[in-house]
């Protein structure tokens, strides 16, 4: 799972002083609880906001039985594959040939959130079953995090890493480490305004 900063970043960002590992370490692990926060804040699925350095993964999706088929948000897709049968068999598509992909308004753009039946291709629509849908695709919808939500982020760091320089406790900080973890002092009023215009409510 990608990280949206990174610690060099956040220390020059905060002007932070020169830190030793375990400081470094610390910092690490709170960047890396705020971007999952910063997914699970707009209901999105984790590295969202940046793919860097992923490979492409299958997911199964219930097919639509349309010719139209939503599938979480990738910047590339590999393959895309069919099953009428549970999963038994398996059909491979073409790109282009039978199948298009849409962001959503705009044929080949991304991120990638709908995939399009073509009437001429071999398939006339997205069988309605079950995990009938394999997709393989780097999935998230940026290549690297916008600028904001870098943002967001070097401010949520910024404040949990404020507490333990004032002295705060350190340990409670890291608690969340299985669960989500929410900043001491709440999600500031910025990092919210930010966050809202990418929350889904679908």
């Known amino acids: 799972m990608a990280d949206y900063i990174t610690t060099a970043e956040f220390k020059t960002w905060a002007r932070v002083p020169s830190t030793d590992a375990d400081d470094d370490i610390f910092i690490g692990t709170l960047i890396t ?7 699970r804040q707009v209901g999105k699925h984790d590295s969202y906001f940046s793919n860097t350095g992923q490979s492409a993964a299958s997911r199964h999706f219930a097919g639509s039985g349309t010719t139209e088929q939503i599938i979480d948000e990738c910047t590339t897709l590999s393959t895309l594959e069919t099953s009428d049968d549970f999963g038994v068999t398996w059909d491979s598509w073409t790109a282009s040939t039978d199948y298009w992909v849409s ?100």
């Not at 609880?33 to 997914?39: E, Q, T």
């Not at 004032?166 to 001491?184: F, H, K």
């Open 33 to 39: 609880y705020a971007s999952r926060l910063v997914d």
């Open 103 to 202: 962001d959503g308004q705009r044929f080949d753009m991304t991120p990638i959130r709908l995939l399009v039946a073509n009437p001429n291709g071999s398939y006339a629509y997205f069988p309605k079953f079950v995990r009938s849908i394999r997709v393989s695709a780097v999935w998230g919808a940026y290549s690297s995090a916008p600028a904001d939500i870098k943002e967001a982020t070097y401010r949520l760091v910024h404040q949990e890493y404020h507490l333990k320089e004032a002295g705060g406790d350190e340990d409670r900080a890291l608690a969340s480490a299985e669960g989500v973890w929410l900043p001491s002092g709440g999600i500031p009023k910025l990092v919210q305004r930010i966050l809202s215009n990418y929350r889904s409510y679908t």
